[in-house]
């Protein structure tokens, strides 16, 4: 009996290994879809194959570099980090800096521009008409209904 339930454990083992890697593994005929998914033809025998590996005692990494050797390196769903897959790798990476690379640019320009007006302000120079109206957007405090409240005053039982 407990060589029944070895048999079923290891069967289950392998079975779960067996898909865990096939979710990995990128049809070859579908191109979106994993094997695990598929049902080409060449999905149901890649399939095959890895759970012939994984009863032949192979690592996990074992098996996924057999596929990359036999089929490239697009058949994983997760390219390696290398020269040539660096900037899909870092691509978000430089788009979130360039993002806020623009935003802190705009920032500061805004910033150095109220300086500035406010400096000719000072000297006596006269502002254009969108210049006033910058100026007076911010230096007109915002209005009070006397309403407003600041939040730990509006915090239960005070």
Known sequence: MENEDDAVKNTRLVEARARNISHNVRCTECGSQSIEDSQADIA?????????????????????????TDYGETVLYAPKFDMQTAALWLSPILVAG????????????????????????????????KEKETMLDLLTPPPSNGTTLSWWRRWPGQ
């Open 44 to 68: 149901i025998l890649l399939r095959k194959l890895i759970r012939d590996e994984i009863q032949a005692g192979k690592s996990d990494k074992e098996i996924f570099k057999k596929l990359e």
């Open 98 to 129: 360039a993002a806020a690379g623009v935003w802190a640019y705009k920032k500061h320009k805004q910033n150095t521009n109220v300086h500035i007006m406010a400096l000719n302000l000072v000297r006596g120079v006269a502002l254009t008409p």
